[in-house]
């Protein structure tokens, strides 16, 4: 029989605690749930009020993987769940982590958060924050994300707007910006922008089109994610990876010294992984929290209402 445990009055069957999911470190199941709970207080609040799709690894990244936008089976009536539109004006459940006895239900699932950029309170399709995805193409590395990020942080500026980063978890990085309401039209439209502003400054370090065949050793700028129906990797989520990296807030200071890093581990200085964050929550706290800001969001320039 599996373990239950109760969270904040909600019980929660617990299966197969000790199944190693990440087999590069032996990472068990029930040690990726006690970092998701330590890690809570800053991570829920980036779940918040987001209609959330699951990349669900039960059987760890060398097994069966896949993207669930739905309610998964047996979803307690207590998990939040709110309808949102799909294909041709159909809507359909998706799930809102809003507390810790549900992120420990989706945690026990084994799965990485992905978000949208806008919350249900607002409006489907408003945003609230920005995205622009940094992926870098072999031999470029996560250095030559810290490149374009310092570009694209003025570029920002430049409009009123504040860049905030972290690492994908994988082997990016995301800049993510507080907006006013904005429909996600707008800010992908911006956000096109952007990553044309950064190849044509960027020649050779940036390229704005997804084809692979063109992306050796260049950092593709992806804004496509700002689209209502996209969702990205939320802040501090475990990613299905040999190793249980997260997706962990970083200081521009730290993107600086990683732009200038030479040698074969300058790209391991931003890996971090689930023994890691609470450390840096401790020294620097959530390094996004001024996402979760009213007051420190702006709007788009003015003319980017197309």
Not at 141 to 168: F, H, M, N, P, Q
Not at 194 to 223: C, H, N, Q, W
Not at 246 to 275: H, K
Request: include cysteine.
């Amino acid at each position: 029989m599996s373990p239950i445990t109760e969270v904040e009055g909600r019980r929660i069957a617990l299966k197969n605690l000790d199944k190693v999911i990440h087999p590069a470190t032996g990472t068990t199941k029930g040690e990726l749930l006690h970092y998701l709970a330590s890690a809570s207080a800053a991570l829920l609040g980036h779940l918040h009020g987001r209609p959330l799709a699951f990349l669900r690894y039960p059987d760890g990244p060398d097994g069966q993987m896949f993207f669930t936008k739905n309610p998964p089976p047996g979803t307690p009536s207590w998990v939040t769940t709110a309808e949102v539109t799909r294909h041709e004006g159909e809507t359909a459940s998706q799930v809102l982590v809003q507390d810790l006895p549900s992120l420990m239900w989706a945690a026990n699932l084994v799965v990485e958060f992905h978000a949208p950029m806008w919350r249900i309170e607002l409006g489907e399709g408003i945003a609230d924050r920005l995205v622009l995805d940094l992926d870098p193409g072999p031999p470029a590395t996560i250095v030559d994300c810290c490149a374009v990020a310092l570009w694209l942080r003025e570029r920002l500026a430049a409009d009123g707007l504040t860049g905030y980063a972290k690492t994908s978890g994988s082997k990016g990085l995301h800049l993510l910006v507080p907006l006013e309401p904005t429909p996600s039209r707008q800010a992908t439209a911006y956000a096109r922008r952007l990553a044309a502003g950064a190849a044509e400054a960027l020649p050779d370090l940036v390229i704005r089109k997804m084809t692979r065949s063109l992306r050796t050793g260049k950092v593709y700028v992806d804004f496509s994610q700002n689209a209502a129906a996209k969702t990205t990797a939320a802040p501090y989520t475990v990613r299905a990876r040999p190793e249980p990296t997260v997706s962990t807030p970083v200081t521009w200071d730290e993107i600086a010294r990683t732009a200038q890093a030479r040698g074969a581990d300058a790209a391991g200085r931003l890996v971090f992984r689930i023994d890691d964050v609470s450390d840096r929550l401790e020294r620097h706290g959530d390094l996004l929290a001024p996402l979760l800001d009213p007051g420190e969001a702006h709007p788009l320039p003015a003319g980017d209402d197309r």
